[in-house]
């Protein structure tokens, strides 16, 4: 079997974790004898700084796109390109515009904390003996982000008026709400949605729709919570969440808290789904759920364990190759069971090792065999 993906390292340690992913993705190409041929192009500020200023999404960076099986995403942004106009600014003019582009309306973001790891977690341990393991499921290309109208005017009384327009079809809802049913049937069948339907038209036509799409999942226990107690929830009890499907607002906002309960971002993938074609895979972009990370740049520190598992995530709903996914995993984890830790993860506790990135990379390919 052979597949093409578009890589797009960007910025940032953006660069430096995927060098390391596509060594690792390498590796378990030719353990489980698969080919895979990937290019690199230029994303986000690289892009900017290549093109004057001009854009950080090429239009032959898109071709490139059109063209693989999946995007292997790294990350985009700096202070560098703060003052830019913001419809060219690295994240809005470049991940908004490729999640548009190919209809990636699906992000599923876990939020997972390795029972080895509960330390390094803001919550008490005591609340987490076992870890946790949730996957948010947030809906991707409506919502406010994307709503029109959009304005910012000055009233004639010389007051400043802006105005965001929160847009939901029941359609949309629906698509969504059965990838999040779809995730839950394959874990442990219990599923949260959340809204805020005591205030907002948009939050009772999702509600709706969630219940009446649950009758198509019958073995799902379905939950309803709204966002602002899902994210106390989400601190108080993070071990009792399975699945939550939520929003784009809402779902940006809690999968963010999801990584910070996790202990660090570093170890957080994500993907961006479309529809599913007729082989039961998805077209997608993967990436990290953390940032470019300015300031840790070009020294050799950054955990590339989220990259790593993004090539997972990539294998198994994009490249269909969920045995070879299931081996990555296994490796991260074996990697982080014997005590290595990057600096975000090393605490100096007795049985941590702490090393960088090339080491922690080494550590899981060697656990690859």
Do not use: H, W
């Given at each position: 079997m052979s597949h093409t993906i578009t890589i797009l390292p960007g910025d940032g340690i953006g660069p430096e974790v995927m060098d390391v992913a596509l060594e690792v993705l390498e590796a378990t190409a030719a353990k489980f004898d698969f080919q895979v041929s990937h290019s690199n192009h230029l994303v986000g500020g690289a892009?900017?700084?290549?093109?004057?200023?001009?854009?950080?999404?090429?239009?032959?960076?898109?071709?490139?796109?059109?063209?693989?099986d999946a995007i292997l995403f790294g990350s985009v942004g700096g202070p560098k390109w703060e003052n830019l106009p913001p419809d060219i600014q690295p994240e809005r003019g470049a991940l908004l515009p490729l999640r548009k582009h190919f209809g990636l309306f699906a992000n599923l973001r876990p939020g997972s904390c390795h029972p080895s790891l509960t330390h390094a977690s803001p919550v008490k341990n005591e609340l987490i003996p076992d870890g946790f393991d949730v996957l948010c499921v947030r809906e991707l290309t409506g919502g406010i982000y994307f709503g029109q109208p959009k304005s910012i005017t000055e009233l004639p009384d010389g007051d400043?008026?802006?105005?965001?327009?929160?847009?939901?079809?029941?359609?949309?809802?629906?698509?969504?709400?059965r990838i999040a049913f779809t995730a839950a049937m394959g874990r442990d069948k219990r599923l949260l949605s959340v809204d805020k339907a005591n205030v907002l038209q948009n939050s009772v036509l999702w509600r709706e729709t969630v219940i009446e799409v649950a009758q198509d999942f019958p073995e799902v226990e379905l939950e309803h919570m709204y966002v602002d107690n899902?994210?106390?929830?989400?601190?108080?009890?993070?071990?009792?969440?399975?699945?939550?499907?939520?929003?784009?607002?809402?779902?940006?906002?809690?999968?963010?808290?999801?990584?910070?309960?996790s202990g660090s971002l570093g170890m957080l993938?994500?993907?961006?789904?479309?529809?599913?074609?007729?082989?039961?895979?998805?077209?997608?972009?993967?990436?990290?759920?953390?940032?470019?990370?300015?300031?840790?740049?070009?020294?050799g520190i950054a955990n590339p364990i989220a990259q790593i598992l993004s090539v997972s995530m990539m294998l198994r709903y994009s490249l269909g190759e969920a045995a070879a996914a299931d081996a990555i995993d296994a490796a991260v984890q074996a990697a982080i069971d014997s005590g290595l830790r990057t600096g975000d993860l090393f605490t100096g506790a007795q049985g941590e090792t702490k090393v960088n990135t090339a080491e922690m990379g080494a550590a899981i390919l060697k656990n690859l065999g």
């Open positions: 892009a900017l700084d290549a093109t004057n200023n001009e854009t950080p999404l090429p239009q032959d960076t898109i071709a490139a796109c059109e063209k693989a400043i008026e802006a105005i965001d327009t929160m847009v939901y079809r029941k359609s949309e809802i629906a698509r969504i709400t899902a994210a106390m929830q989400l601190v108080k009890r993070p071990a009792s969440f399975d699945v939550l499907v939520t929003g784009n607002l809402f779902g940006d906002i809690l999968s963010d808290e999801m990584a910070m309960i993938p994500s993907a961006s789904l479309g529809n599913v074609k007729d082989n039961g895979l998805y077209f997608g972009m993967y990436e990290p759920s953390g940032g470019s990370a300015p300031d840790i740049a070009g020294q």
